[in-house]
């Protein structure tokens, strides 16, 4: 049930997190653990903070079905637009260039980044196509001396989402995973590494959640400033400096609660529900709706659709936001809507909003 | 008066902050200013968050009492190690070196990224007496063609500040003042750049306050990846990618409490009269309690002291803890006590602290 003074919150990111998570984090905004002091007013180097630290290092493993001796857990600030420089700038050289296959915006800046370091190739792209899908893998090239192949995992601004791990024959594989990082099970373990912006998904912004084979990261370039070596996180267990702690602490609340409604697998089918009754009220629209994604690179996480006018996309905007439906408008590279059902989502959320779209069909078609 | 359930705080940082601030936060965390979402929910695109950016931004200028036309306010994460590598990778060159004053680890820290660069020199160093001190103007020695004077303002570990700021004759003046931001007020026209990584006087760790003259920061070098130039942060309003929000909101928060302190003179008295409890129980100890820092450097933030033995200071920080004076311990590399009383921090916190060591003495002297 959503309380008198909420509203279900579609925004892309920062987005909504779960209810439970928020409350708790109020409850004991003053006094964090019988410490007397608040979450943010702790030390960094304090038992309460390592708890805090460690335990969402581990749950994230678990979650990953990770083993602790093969990966670690990394948070790092900068946003993901920070990882788009440190992925080539740890990881490539001229003579052995990232390769990057582009699926939507966030793919090309990532791309951007290592052409800025003249390090980037392009192994695949579905540019020409409006980013309506994700590249196949018969379409991704990677030259034998391919430093890693790096992949958006779900294109928020197009609302696309690879529906397969690419096989890279050995090449490190790499994947922003933003904004569908924790809603799914994967075969984790085919990643060298992988990078999540939390707003989406698991946090507050302001932390990177960066998950990485160990044998990857434990060398870093030691002409890089000490904070854009990876292995300066690996070997300070993220604080050799301090770190963003509120953030940190509310993603390990959100991975309880990940572990509390089920794990991966639970959570993907609640996902798949979800994303099915919006995906059913376009597909049932008689063309009224149009959606932006081809069926089979179609996100769970961000529904993108067209309306048969822009007068009548605004109308919807409007609408949506007195029924308690707020942040559908579309990103303007799409135009449109976008419903970002992310994990915090609940049921009852999408329910509202599908039977929202078909009552506004029936209004306005 | 304390609450019953919280503790004076005088960790080093993060660190205490105000209660008010924190009450404020709490009670609008499920619903910020009407909007049915939390201020960790909602777009970085949002009238709502915008407001609060834009506040933030304008509320410190007014407390600096500096010109928006002149100088820009900018939020970027990192924290300030990263700052460390930013500054010589925007500003200094193999021909046009940064020049470093040394008067503490952060000091040598950030000369440190500036020569994994190749890019810094020492203008000056009072590390052969253990830091007690900060550099004085007439030991400060700089080339003609120096690209930038770096000094840390105080020494949160030393317990030192700068109670004048040096003159370099026209070349810039950078300084890290993480540790006394807007404790004091300063002719802050003197400086091109200023970075405080923000928990300790501040907010939640998490972000950085920069400020910077305009034309100082206007380019950036296009060699460098987007997210460590700054000018990637002037131009667009610190938004080019997702910042830390909730950060940013709570630096909000404390700038509009310093406002209604009185601002930064006021702030300034109380913080000369907070200290001046502490470095009076030191003085009048007879001995018992030895200063870190010589007097003419003493900070307004931070007092370091030793007691006669090692075994006091552990009986000392467990009883001083008893008594609710939590975070009291020093630095490993100074060793004793370390008092952080940081603008957040009560007057009646230091007076508490200041009967305590009183009476410590007299037990154990």
Request: proline residues 4%.
């Amino acid at each position: 049930m959503l309380e008198a003074d909420r509203i279900y919150n579609f925004n892309p990111g920062p987005a909504a997190m779960p209810l439970e998570v928020l409350k708790e984090a109020q409850a004991e905004f003053l006094n964090f653990n019988k410490s007397g002091m608040s979450i943010v007013e702790i030390s960094h180097r304090a038992k309460a903070y390592d708890e805090v630290h460690n335990a969402a290092k581990a749950d994230i493993l678990e979650l990953m079905n990770l083993s602790a001796d093969e990966y670690e857990v990394m948070f790092i600030q900068g946003g993901a637009s920070l990882q788009f420089a440190m992925v080539p700038l740890n990881f490539a050289t001229a003579d052995k260039k990232g390769y990057y296959a582009l699926s939507g915006q966030f793919a090309e800046k990532a791309y951007d980044e290592a052409n800025i370091l003249g390090v980037g190739e392009v192994a695949a792209s579905t540019k020409e196509e409006k980013y309506v899908r994700v590249p196949r893998q018969s379409e991704i090239k990677l030259a034998d001396k391919a430093a890693y192949l790096h992949i958006c995992m779900n294109n928020t601004i197009f609302g696309t989402e690879y529906h397969y791990v690419p096989e890279t024959n050995g090449i490190p594989l790499i994947a922003d995973m933003s904004s569908d990082m924790l809603s799914r099970p994967l075969n984790f373990n085919k990643f060298s590494l992988i990078y999540a912006g939390v707003q989406k998904n698991l946090g507050p912004a302001g932390v990177v959640l960066v998950v990485a084979k160990k044998s990857f990261v434990e060398n870093s370039p030691t002409t890089l400033p000490t904070m854009l070596r990876y292995n300066t996180f690996y070997k300070k267990n993220s604080l050799y400096n301090t770190p963003p702690a509120f953030c940190i602490y509310m993603v390990g609340k959100v991975a309880k609660w990940l572990k509390s409604m089920g794990g991966l697998s639970k959570m993907h089918e609640l996902n798949k529900k979800k994303a099915a009754l919006v995906y059913d009220a376009i597909d049932g629209s008689n063309g009224f709706y149009r959606g932006h994604a081809e069926k089979d690179s179609r996100s769970l996480m961000n529904v993108t659709f067209r309306l048969p006018s822009e007068d009548l996309e605004k109308k919807f905007v409007a609408e949506a936001l007195e029924n308690k439906l707020g942040g559908v408008k579309g990103h303007r590279s799409v135009g449109g809507m976008r419903a970002s059902i992310y994990n915090a989502m609940p049921y009852e959320g999408c329910e509202r909003l599908a039977d929202f779209m078909n009552k506004f069909r029936k209004e306005n078609a």
